[in-house]
T-cell receptor, first 113, second 114 residues
């Protein structure tokens, strides 16, 4: 079945340091989505990447989609305590399972002041 | 803007009891999804509905069933509850007909089976 792997599982950084999480799929993806889940909260959609090699930025967050559309990364520059949470990548299914999302295990980010 | 609404937020049930979780999707969204998230785990897809018809089925136990009603709200019915069913249950909605594939999640129902 379709699998989405994500590393690292945990990342602890000091405020101001950078952070990167990586996502890899066993199959080519039509798109990849990123979600953030704060402790005790629900997944919140951040962004969707569709094109091969696509790079998108949201303030301090940079998202990349690999040329082969099998991997993706999220990079946060100069982390802040508000960045704390778990970041999930998610890829859609195919055909009859197009709507469902296959989530990576997530990277739990801790930022200490 | 209106979000996905789930009720109840918290639910405590005993083993072998039944639970019903409700979800009200964002207005005019045509697709509803149910996900289960265990502690420290990623969300696992259970089932989805497109325009009130079941569109996809994932790792949903036979003890669970779901449906979407004419007003587009959805209910997840869980019977013969087991301790392992304790988890966060999220409902999400999207507008596939408008080309939107991103899912908007509700705040979830935390189910505790004791």
């Amino acid at each position: 079945g379709q699998q989405v792997m994500q590393i690292p599982q945990y990342q602890h950084v000091q405020e101001g340091e950078d952070f990167t999480t990586y996502c890899n799929s066993s199959t080519t993806l039509s798109n990849i989505q990123w979600y953030k889940q704060r402790p005790g909260g629900h997944p919140v959609f951040l962004i969707q990447l569709v094109k091969s090699g696509e790079v998108k930025k949201q303030k301090r967050l940079t998202f990349q989609f690999g040329e082969a559309k099998k991997n993706s990364s999220l990079h946060i520059t100069a982390t802040q305590t508000t960045d704390v949470g778990t970041y999930f990548c998610a890829g859609p299914g195919r055909g009859s399972t197009l709507g469902r999302l296959y989530f990576g295990r997530g990277t739990q980010l801790t930022v200490w002041p | 803007a209106a979000g996905v609404i789930q009720s109840p937020r918290h639910l405590i049930k005993e083993k072998r009891e039944t639970a019903t979780l409700k979800c009200y999707p964002i207005p005019r969204h045509d697709t509803v999804y149910w996900y289960q998230q265990g502690p420290g785990q990623d969300p696992q897809f259970l089932i989805s509905f497109y325009e009130k018809m079941q569109s996809d089925k994932g790792s949903i136990p036979d003890r669970f069933s779901a449906q979407q009603f004419s007003d587009y709200h959805s209910e997840l019915n869980m019977s013969s509850l087991e301790l392992g069913d304790s988890a966060l249950y999220f409902c999400a909605s999207s507008s596939r007909d408008r080309g939107g594939t991103e899912a908007f999640f509700g705040q979830g129902t935390r189910l505790t089976v004791v």
